[in-house]
Structures are given as structure tokens and as C-alpha cells.
């Protein structure tokens, strides 16, 4: 498995960490979509870079031992998941995860690669076979094999229902496993163009908390 800072590493670079400085670094990480329209200034801009950083920079030492200041205050690191994901065809993957609600940031993506955003604290890295070589030789896993599955919590069954039916419609496979409906739970499992597997789960909230008191 590639290391997830590879492409955003080699993104950062073509904008210069340490010529434009490490808030300014921090700051190109915003995710650039309706969302964030709605988050303080603060919260986005620090959007953490700390593997980024460690590798990619001299400033691992600053990343490990100080806290980015935005306006004056010091703010903490969040923790940040970057999934990188090798592609066959990036403009086709693109599509896809936009219709499932993703939403790109194009300044951390170039022709070998995007950076989809889901939250704050979760990105996709799509990345082509071309770019993937050299992050690692590994082999790509066979057709129809998986050695994971990421889930992704939704707001409600109908959310789960919908992402479900954009994957169907935009290259992918929904229902790739039988959809499990718990009353209180339900998850389906849809799978991208190029067969990487997503669990949509909705849990209700009052349900599980009243059976937590019980």
C-alpha cells in the first residue's frame, strides 16, 4: 500500500511549502465546497498536514512541537484521513465520487491525480496507475478482489438509498454485498469503477441511545 501522503506530497510541492510557509500550506487544504461555506475560517484552515509535512518538509520538527496559529491563537492538529486510491481512469472515478457527494479540490489535484473531499477530516486521493508506480511496486489487487472496505456514517436510509443509486447510474456496483436492514441500522455496500468497496450506514441515534440506557 502506497503511503496516503503520496499525492498530496507531491501536490504541496508544486505549490511551494516552504516558500509560501506553513499556514499558507495549511490554508490551501480547505475543501472548496458548499460545506465549508458553513465552518469557521479557523477550523479549515488548519486542516492537518502533519504526515504531509514530516515527509515532504524540513519542518517536521515545527509540525510535531507547535500548533498552527491562525489569527494570532494556536490551534491543535486534527486527525486527518487521506484514502488514496489507485484509478484506471481518473476522469471516469472523478465523475463518480462527485455523484456520490464528494466534491474536488482543485488545488490539490493536476492530471495524475485528485483530491476528492467527503469532510474535514476525511479525503480521497484518486490517483492513476501511472502516478500510483511511483508511490510502490506492488502489485494491483486481480479484478474482483478486495483487500478492504471503508464505511462512510449517513445522515438517513434515504441518504444510504441514494448513494447507492448514484453508484448504479455513475460506473460503479450497488449492492455488492446483500443489504443488511436491522431496523434501528441499515448499510449497503456499493463498489467504484474500478472496484473499491464503500459501506453506506445509517444508525439511528435515539434508538441506539435508548437501548444504551436499557
Request: glycine share 6%; charged share 20%.
Amino acid at each position: 500500500m502506497a503511503s496516503n501522503c503520496g499525492m498530496v506530497g507531491l501536490a504541496l510541492e508544486r505549490v511551494g511549502p516552504r516558500r509560501i510557509g506553513l499556514r499558507r500550506a495549511l490554508s490551501i487544504m480547505a475543501p472548496a465546497d458548499a460545506r465549508a461555506k458553513s465552518r469557521s475560517a479557523d477550523t479549515i484552515a488548519h486542516l492537518s498536514i502533519t504526515a504531509m509535512v514530516d515527509r515532504r518538509t524540513g519542518e517536521a520538527q515545527h509540525a510535531r512541537t507547535s500548533a498552527p496559529q491562525v489569527n494570532g491563537r494556536k490551534h491543535p492538529m486534527p486527525r486527518t484521513i487521506f484514502v488514496s486510491l489507485p484509478v484506471s481512469d481518473l476522469s471516469t472515478s472523478i465523475t463518480f465520487y462527485k455523484a456520490l457527494g464528494f466534491v474536488p479540490n482543485p488545488q490539490l489535484s493536476d492530471e495524475t491525480g485528485a483530491c476528492m473531499v467527503w469532510s474535514e477530516a476525511i479525503c480521497v486521493m484518486l490517483i492513476s496507475h501511472a502516478r500510483w508506480r511511483t508511490l510502490t511496486q506492488r502489485p494491483f489487487p486481480p479484478p474482483g478482489t478486495s483487500a478492504s472496505m471503508l464505511s462512510l456514517a449517513m445522515d438517513s436510509r434515504e441518504a444510504v438509498d441514494a448513494m447507492n443509486d448514484a453508484a448504479a447510474a455513475h460506473g460503479g456496483q450497488a449492492d455488492v454485498n446483500p443489504m443488511e436492514d436491522l431496523g434501528f441500522m441499515v448499510s449497503r455496500d456499493i463498489a467504484d469503477p474500478d472496484g473499491h468497496l464503500w459501506g453506506m450506514v445509517w444508525m439511528d441515534a435515539a434508538a441506539t441511545a435508548s437501548a444504551a440506557r436499557d
